[in-house]
């Protein structure tokens, strides 16, 4: 009662103000916020907290489609990395304690 009383009262109104086509929710504007925080550049940390998901991956079993393939970005990357001689020991993350 409460939530059709909003959608037909409030919401509508809103809407109309606001330019946005009539029949779009709540959970359109959520998602349209979702996909512009992403397109720009946001982690899946940041955009799950935003979203106030429970978890990250909560927010990629959603969302993932729309990060950016970057398979140019991680070859970059490795070729950067490898464009002086490589990485030397010191430069070498370790997975042991020290």
Not at 21 to 46: D, F, N, Q
Not at 66 to 81: F, I, M, Y
Request: glycine share 10%; with cysteine; net charge negative.
């Amino acid at each position: 009662m409460v939530y059709t009383h909003f959608m037909d009262g409030s919401w509508r109104t809103a809407c109309e103000k606001a330019g946005i086509s009539k029949g779009t929710g709540p959970h359109a504007l959520r998602h349209h916020y979702a996909s512009l925080l992403i397109k720009h550049g946001e982690s899946v940390k940041t955009v799950s907290e935003r979203l106030g998901h429970t978890n990250a991956a909560m927010t990629l079993n959603i969302y993932t489609h729309l990060w950016p393939d970057s398979e140019e970005r991680t070859r970059a990357a490795v070729d950067k990395a490898y464009a002086d001689g490589g990485p030397h020991q010191g430069d070498l993350p370790t997975t042991e304690a020290a």
